[in-house]
């Protein structure tokens, strides 16, 4: 999690449901908030062990899952401007709190329903669910259903009720129409499926969720939307379709990378445009470069301010007659997103900056010491790995650079003197 505006913000779902919620440093202020019953007996215990994932499910209690699927509710969306339900100007976790005062986990209850009164508080009821979907629970599809069965539960607390009708062939199962300015209780999940999917409420589920997991929160997602809609009986929507999603699940940033201009052997010029930002500030943008594909702000980059719009920033001590690989990048609470790679090669300068009789460094490639000729006084070596990441930095006063503790590879030397700047690549065998 990440904090903005005071508050703590998803950014990596898979990695969050991991954790035991009663770690949590607000776990405190939920329980205060909202009761779990079993049985009308109020439980204050929740054992627990991380990762999640790893627990067995006899061990992953319906309370515990509750307690989890609180936490998420908390933190999922405070990081958006009010006014971003179409139901409540409070955030998802303000509004239910203000509605109910908790859940009741009863035995012999198939479902839920809203609401029964216990010692003069209004609780939502659920039942106790099966090892099969207490294991499913232990995901973000499973906490997504359990999002979704909460707020449609506590819509029927809201002031003015919101009760089902039976037009849709369903007794007591169907809201009368979908309309976003005066969503039922059907339509309160309806349109969170929906914001999950565009990424309008974003949770980072493509952060640590393998392909074929994002595959299947997608397809959760658009089945969850497809159900939803025959339960409504005027102002049906559509048939949800992948195609309808220009980025299902949402992205930290949508950017692009500029062409190279100025490219002069030991330097250039290049930038990006950042168009989308997920409704957050983007807090550094810039390009990263290095002379293998895929660079990242580990690699060399050149920091070049802040905020959406585009943008130019300098490449700088280049090597001459060398291929680079060039990303403009985005940086916000919820990460760091990229743009489309480019490559050039910079042009051949002929003299990298000064005479070859000048310094030069030999042998290359080389096993276990690099050595210098040229002046000894106010002399500075960086060696950089392909990320950009220094590994050495010496004076060279022997004009011995010591190489032996680098793995086997291809590196970049830097050699500065008062006078001059050289850099080059070379080997380590």
Not at 254 to 271: E, K, R
Not at 382 to 404: L, R, W
Request: with cysteine.
């Amino acid at each position: 999690m990440l904090t903005i505006m005071g508050y703590s913000q998803l950014r990596d779902i898979k990695t969050f449901l991991k954790q035991c919620p009663t770690q949590d440093s607000n776990i405190t202020t939920i329980l205060n908030d909202f009761e779990i019953r079993l049985n009308g007996v109020k439980i204050t215990e929740f054992p627990c062990t991380e990762p999640v994932s790893a627990m067995s499910v006899a061990d992953y209690s319906n309370p515990l899952i509750y307690l989890q699927t609180l936490r998420v509710i908390y933190y999922m969306d405070r990081y958006l401007p009010e006014n971003h339900l179409p139901w409540t100007d409070q955030t998802l976790y303000d509004w239910m709190k203000d509605n109910v005062d908790g859940i009741n986990i009863q035995d012999g209850v198939s479902g839920g329903y809203c609401c029964d009164i216990i010692d003069g508080k209004l609780f939502f009821v659920t039942g106790n669910q099966d090892a099969s979907n207490r294991e499913f629970d232990k995901y973000w599809r499973g906490i997504s259903g359990n999002i979704t069965f909460f707020a449609h539960e506590v819509r029927h607390a809201d002031p003015g009720s919101y009760p089902h009708s039976s037009c849709c062939g369903i007794t007591n199962g169907c809201d009368d129409t979908y309309d976003e300015n005066d969503l039922g209780a059907y339509g309160v999940q309806y349109w969170l499926s929906k914001s999950w999917l565009n990424g309008d409420i974003y949770v980072g589920a493509k952060v640590s969720h393998t392909p074929s997991e994002i595959n299947e929160i997608i397809n959760w997602e658009l089945s969850s939307l497809n159900i939803s809609r025959d339960r409504f009986c005027n102002s049906i929507p559509g048939i949800a379709k992948i195609s309808d999603f220009s980025h299902p699940l949402g992205v930290i940033a949508l950017l692009t990378t500029s062409d190279i201009i100025d490219n002069t052997g030991s330097a250039a010029t290049s930038g990006g445009n950042i168009t989308f930002a997920n409704q957050v500030p983007v807090t550094e943008r810039g390009i990263c470069w290095g002379v293998t594909p895929g660079p990242t702000i580990s690699s060399f980059t050149t920091n070049c301010g802040t905020g959406e719009g585009s943008y130019t920033c300098d490449l700088t001590n280049l090597i001459p007659n060398t291929k680079y690989y060039v990303r403009a990048y985005a940086t916000s609470l919820f990460g760091t997103a990229y743009g489309n790679e480019i490559s050039f090669t910079t042009v051949v300068t002929g003299t990298s900056g000064i005479a070859p009789d000048e310094i030069f460094f030999y042998p290359n490639p080389s096993q276990n010491v690099l050595y210098l000729n040229g002046p000894k006084e106010n002399r500075n070596v960086i060696i950089y790995d392909m990320t950009g990441k220094i590994v050495i930095e010496d004076s060279a006063i022997e004009n011995t650079i010591d190489i032996h503790q680098l793995q086997p590879g291809v590196y970049i030397i830097k050699l500065e003197t008062n006078n001059s700047i050289m850099q080059d690549l070379f080997i380590k065998q």
